[in-house]
């Protein structure tokens, strides 16, 4: 019950116009930049040809060769430690 008096009292601290405004608008763009850029580097025109699945797993590829895919995208085990 203290964990949870901790978490709420936290959560009644938090901003939400600043989370909303900007934090979450920073995130979303660097989610976007992050993607822009293997977009570009993978190659437009080969990047339309491709089906969703195979779009995925070119960026995947491409995310992991450049050490920016999240942990737990690796694989089902690293999600598991993740998640843990």
């Known amino acids: 019950?203290?964990?949870?008096?901790?978490?709420?009292?936290r959560a009644k601290e938090?901003?939400?116009?600043?989370?909303l405004t900007r934090d979450l608008v920073?995130?979303?763009?660097?989610h976007l930049d992050l993607f822009r850029r293997n977009h570009a580097a993978?190659?437009?025109?080969v990047m339309a040809t491709l089906s969703t699945e195979?779009?995925?797993e070119r960026l995947k590829?491409?995310?992991?060769?450049?050490?920016?895919l999240h942990?737990?995208?690796i694989s089902l085990e690293s999600e598991y430690k993740?998640?843990?």
């Open 26 to 30: 920073d995130l979303i763009g660097d």
């Open 54 to 56: 195979e779009r995925d």
């Open 82 to 84: 993740v998640y843990q």
């Open 71 to 73: 942990p737990a995208l």
């Open 1 to 9: 019950m203290d964990a949870l008096g901790v978490v709420s009292g």
């Open 61 to 68: 590829h491409h995310l992991m060769a450049s050490k920016e």
């Open 14 to 19: 938090i901003n939400l116009i600043d989370l």
């Open 42 to 45: 993978i190659g437009a025109d």
